[in-house]
């Protein structure tokens, strides 16, 4: 019988955002499967190894403070199993400000692959709303 962990990906997708709200590039590293994609507004990127997941992350984490960012909501998650060990997280993502307004909006749309217990993100695709 799976346990919740391994039967779904959001309380790992939780675990990756509270991560990333910690501001520590090296945070979000053990959520990402060796090789991963990421594909935001900036361009296409291969994180083949711990040291590439955190190198991305320090460029998008040095932003933050100066757009004076406190923390990320997501209103609206949704979570597509593709297969036994795949899934999709995907929805909207809104940075605020520590009085709670908006500073960013924009899409996600994340692939997750379950090695062993452990959900991993095999790509990471942010977007600007349309």
């Not at 990906?9 to 994609?37: C, G, I, M, N, W």
């Not at 709670?100 to 909006?105: M, Q, S, T």
Request: charged share 20%.
């Amino acid at each position: 019988m799976a346990t919740h962990e391994t039967a779904e990906p959001l309380p790992t997708f939780k675990r990756y955002t509270q991560a990333f709200q910690s501001r520590d590039p090296r945070a979000p590293v053990e959520f990402f499967h060796e090789p991963a994609l990421m594909v935001n507004p900036e361009g296409v990127f291969v994180l083949g190894n711990p040291s590439a997941v955190e190198r991305a992350y320090t460029g998008v984490m040095a932003r933050l403070p100066d757009l004076g960012y406190a923390r990320s909501t997501f209103p609206d998650l949704h979570v597509r199993r593709l297969g036994d060990d795949l899934a999709a997280v995907s929805g909207s993502c809104v940075w605020e400000n520590a009085s709670g307004e908006a500073i960013r909006r924009f899409g996600l749309s994340y692939t997750f692959r379950r090695t062993g217990t452990a959900w991993k993100i095999v790509s990471a695709v942010i977007y600007d709303p349309v």
